[in-house]
């Protein structure tokens, strides 16, 4: 029979390689034989890997008292910083959050400088400070990482350091810092599996922020491959909720709808407050979509998140009510100082608002923020917005040169040929020509229309529609099957059309809630539908045809 002692250094060989389960047996095994502070620790640690959150604390939080009691200070401090940010994640407990770093800071004064002292000021920095003061800390920590070889440390200074500069718009000083890290993360430099997941993670973030596509691409794959491989939960899913929003923005919204459910579904088993990051990017997606009450379902208790901004304010256009879109954005950006990198999608959205209300004037200073973003970013995504932005300006005020703008904002998405920026660039241009080019404005009119509806952006199509029905031109003859239903999709669209909800269509069918909420949405999305009454709607259209 082995001793606690072999278990726990058999159950730590097994966390080096990532053997999540056998690691949990062998400290399980140690905690059988004697309670002690390692084994408790390491099972811990195994049973976050395998998203056990909530077990996974208790036993990080009996090893720190332990570690404490016995005087081992570094140790016990270096579990009080990784329970701080748990505590977020899993409740988004904020208090909680400041007084586990507290106990940190109290039990590392007076210890001689070490690496802890290192991490408990870059983590503290991470979930607290302005972007200006994490680089600072960023920076001070890479040199305590130096100072004691310690890789981990250093590739999560250089990220979020590269994070910070990212979001102060100096971007590829950022991103070169970032790259670096994950040069680190992916070249086998760093001892722990937790640093490799974090530095995905703060890379994502950043690629995300700067708009860059194709970075974001690049990396979720990778980082999705590293998850798959490693049976990481977290990264799993945060990478889904990152993919998730780079599918959307690049206009594979069906295959978006499934990371994004995949996502919210990960996180619901394990860290639960940080669902609502992928439940606002659905929410978006779902605007989009023309979902507008399915959107507002979604966003209804989120109204206070930074994240829900963007949706909520989409929402409240597409119901033409642009004096409360523009309350939500202005609000959320302030007027305090010049914006900063993440305020670019919300000036977007603020300049349309801006001129549906008919002020000029607040539209054009307005996109010369979004144009000054852009240009310190040099991201081909948010150049072509202010392109966008400013030929709506133009347009709006008569001038002739809007067609340059959204031209040249066509120019720099050739990649994007697919996205809403770009076809809803082709529906600015149409707008453009209709009274000085008849047969321009039709042209550009049904391609943005094609493109809506193959998006399945019901919403914009209408509005395409619309403008090809004044030009005297018919739009289109009827909604499109935007995919082949499948054999229980079409039950559960039969169901729908019979008034039934999810959680009826669920009994009815002997499926989870989750799984039918699911095939709704697929059965929307493939209709083109904006809400479950037009789907019935649909489906009774449907059925008279054959009857006939």
Same mark, same amino acid.
């Given at each position: 029979m082995s001793t606690s002692s072999e278990c726990i250094a058999d159950g730590y060989g097994a966390l080096n390689v990532g053997d999540w389960p056998g690691a949990r047996t062998r400290f399980e095994a140690a905690l059988g034989v004697e309670d002690s502070a390692e084994a408790h620790d390491g099972l811990g640690m195994s049973l976050w890997?395998?998203?056990?959150?909530?077990?996974?604390?208790?036993?990080?939080?009996?090893?720190?008292?332990?570690?404490?009691?016995?005087?081992?200070?570094?140790?016990?401090?270096?579990? +009080? %910083?990784?329970? &701080? /940010? *748990?505590?977020?994640?899993?409740?988004?407990? #904020?208090?909680?959050?400041?007084?586990?770093?507290?106990?940190?800071?109290?039990?590392l004064n007076g210890l001689d400088r070490c690496p802890e002292q290192g991490w408990l000021a870059l983590m503290r920095a991470s979930m607290l400070a302005a972007p200006l003061e994490l680089e600072r800390v960023a920076l001070d +920590? %890479?040199?305590? &990482? /130096? *100072?004691?070889?310690?890789?981990?440390?250093? #590739?999560?200074?250089?990220?979020?350091?590269?994070?910070?500069?990212?979001a102060l718009g100096r971007v590829d000083e950022g991103m070169a810092c970032l790259d670096e890290a994950m040069?680190?993360?992916?070249?086998?430099?760093?001892?722990?599996?937790?640093?490799?997941?974090?530095?995905?993670?703060?890379?994502?973030? &950043?690629c995300e922020l700067a708009g860059d596509l194709v970075r974001t691409e690049h990396w979720c794959h990778a980082a999705a491959e590293f998850a798959r491989k490693h049976n990481c939960q977290f990264l799993s899913a945060y990478c889904r909720t990152t993919y998730g929003g780079l599918l959307t923005a690049s206009g594979r919204w069906r295959d978006a709808e499934m990371e994004l459910l995949k996502a919210i579904e990960t996180f619901d088993l394990g860290h639960r407050a940080l669902r609502v990051h992928a439940v606002l990017k659905l929410a978006d997606l779902r605007v989009c979509q023309g979902r507008l009450e399915e959107a507002q379902a979604l966003l209804a208790g989120y109204e206070d998140q930074g994240g829900a901004v963007l949706p909520l304010a989409r929402l409240h256009m597409a119901r033409g009510e642009a004096q409360l879109a523009k309350a939500v954005l202005v609000q959320a950006i302030g007027g305090g100082s010049a914006p900063e990198l993440y305020h670019a999608p919300l000036l977007l959205l603020l300049v349309e608002a801006l001129l549906a209300l008919g002020d000029a004037d607040g539209a054009h200073t307005t996109a010369q923020q979004l144009a000054e973003l852009a240009r310190?970013?040099?991201?081909?995504?948010?150049?072509?917005?202010?392109?966008?932005?400013e030929g709506q300006v133009r347009r709006f005020l008569g001038e002739p040169r809007a067609a340059e703008c959204f031209q040249s904002a066509l120019d720099g998405l050739k990649h994007y040929e697919r996205s809403l920026v770009v076809s809803r660039a082709r529906l600015e241009m149409a707008r453009?020509?209709?009274?000085?080019?008849?047969?321009?404005?039709?042209?550009?009119?049904?391609?943005?229309?094609?493109?809506?509806?193959?998006?399945?952006?019901?919403?914009?199509?209408?509005?395409?529609?619309?403008?090809?029905?004044?030009?005297?031109?018919g739009g289109r003859t009827g909604p499109r099957l935007q995919g082949k239903l499948t054999r229980r999709e079409a039950e559960v669209l039969a169901l729908v059309a019979s008034g039934l909800n999810n959680r009826e269509i669920a009994d009815r069918l002997f499926i989870s809630a989750k799984t039918a909420e699911h095939h709704v949405s697929q059965v929307l999305s493939k209709l083109g539908a904006r809400s479950r009454a037009e789907a019935a709607a649909l489906a009774l259209s449907e059925a008279q045809g054959n009857d006939a």
């Open positions: 890997w395998l998203n056990e959150i909530e077990a996974a604390h208790k036993h990080r939080a009996s090893a720190y008292v332990s570690f404490k009691k016995s005087g081992a200070l570094r140790r016990a401090a270096g579990i +009080a %910083i990784w329970l &701080a /940010r *748990e505590q977020v994640f899993l409740h988004g407990n #904020a208090s909680a959050m400041k007084g586990w770093f507290a106990r940190a800071e109290r039990l +920590a %890479i040199e305590t &990482a /130096r *100072e004691f070889n310690d890789a981990d440390l250093e #590739a999560m200074g250089l990220a979020f350091g590269g994070l910070a500069r990212v040069a680190m993360a992916t070249g086998g430099e760093l001892a722990g599996f937790q640093a490799i997941s974090e530095t995905f993670c703060v890379t994502l973030s &950043a310190k970013s040099q991201s081909d995504l948010l150049m072509a917005q202010a392109d966008i932005a453009l020509l209709r009274d000085s080019d008849w047969a321009g404005a039709v042209t550009w009119a049904r391609a943005a229309l094609a493109s809506f509806e193959r998006l399945g952006a019901t919403h914009d199509a209408d509005e395409a529609a619309k403008l090809l029905r004044e030009l005297g031109v």
